[in-house]
């Protein structure tokens, strides 16, 4: 990478899926727990899926706006859901799937769907994970 802006930091300590994850500023301190779907305790504490769904659900509306107002839609309300799955792969080996859903209510579909398209090319998650994972995009309006 040429520029790099800005550089998060966050440290897993513990036993892994059944630790806990900080950031170096602190803003993040989670115990975490493996899901009981895949064994585990479940309940109160979060998971790595969970974390990587809210960044890249994050991350993706962020790019979805930024499309939006490049081409003169005016977005109002909006929201981006990210799914993370995580299961066996055709290889029989642990891999993740992701799901990303858009609402843009009030916005003719055809033009949702254009503008989800271009958020998935500019979103540095979705750069990110192209070729490597499935990503599946919706919009709805």
């Known amino acids: 990478m040429v520029d790099v802006q800005y550089t998060a930091e966050a440290t897993a300590r513990g036993d892994g899926r059944n630790g806990e994850v900080t950031s170096s500023d602190g803003v993040i301190d989670e115990r975490l727990a493996v899901p009981k779907e895949m064994g585990g305790p479940g309940g109160e504490h979060t998971n790595p899926e969970q974390l990587f769904a809210a960044g890249y659900a994050a991350c993706f509306h962020g790019a979805l706006r930024l499309v939006a107002r490049e081409s003169g839609v005016d977005l109002g309300n909006?929201?981006?859901?990210?799914?993370?799955g995580i299961g066996k792969t055709d290889a029989g080996k642990l891999g993740l799937s992701v799901t990303l859903e858009a609402t843009l209510p009030g916005l003719e579909h055809?033009?949702?769907?254009?503008?989800?398209?271009?958020?998935?090319?500019?979103?540095?998650?979705?750069?990110?994970t192209r070729g490597n994972?499935?990503?599946?995009?919706?919009a709805r309006t």
């Open 110 to 128: 055809g033009k949702a769907d254009e503008l989800v398209a271009q958020a998935h090319q500019v979103c540095p998650y979705s750069v990110a």
């Open 78 to 84: 909006t929201e981006v859901t990210a799914r993370v």
């Open 133 to 138: 994972i499935p990503v599946e995009i919706k």
